[in-house]
């Protein structure tokens, strides 16, 4: 009975050693679509004015990206200045980007197109939530190199606690 015992902890011990580095690794390189890999909000607060930031990846196998649209919550108060909006590579330099604020609506248009293999961080200063509900969730399209139609690439979702 002990042995038994012995022998199924060490069988759990081990497929859980072989199952978890899936869980800890991140998403390949490889993909053909630019898309969202995180997003953070600063402070972690309910109450006040907070920095809402995204990362960009933009893969290896993708086109250039040209422009980012970012569709803002309507539970959601962006500042009109666009100084408020910061965007930086992996190693924060800053990327010249054409800021426009179109009601909800912010497009960067980039003044080269952003290549392949690159993450961007995009920052929201001075973000203010309207009202508790249930969170905020933004949405993201991109329009690349030698393509005029605009490309969902996914949403960030900002939970309420």
Do not use: C
Not at 76 to 85: E, F, G, P, Y
């Amino acid at each position: 009975m002990k042995k038994s015992l012995i022998y199924a902890v060490v069988l759990t011990l081990s497929s859980t050693a072989i199952i978890a580095p899936s869980y800890a690794s991140a998403r390949t390189d490889d993909g053909r679509v630019p898309h969202i890999d995180g997003n953070t909000q600063f402070p972690p607060t309910r109450w006040g004015i907070f920095r809402h930031t995204f990362r960009l990846h933009v893969p290896q196998n993708s086109k250039a990206v040209t422009q980012l649209l970012i569709k803002v919550p309507d539970n959601v108060t962006i500042s009109s200045d666009i100084k408020n909006i910061d965007v930086v590579d992996e190693n924060e330099h800053n990327i010249n980007t054409n800021v426009s604020v179109n009601g909800k609506t912010i497009l960067l248009a980039f003044t080269e197109p952003v290549a392949p293999n690159t993450k961007l961080d995009i920052d929201l200063n001075k973000i203010k939530r309207r009202n508790l509900g249930n969170g905020s969730v933004y949405s993201f399209s991109v329009k690349e190199v030698g393509i005029d139609a605009e490309i969902p690439i996914g949403v960030a979702w900002f939970r309420t606690y």
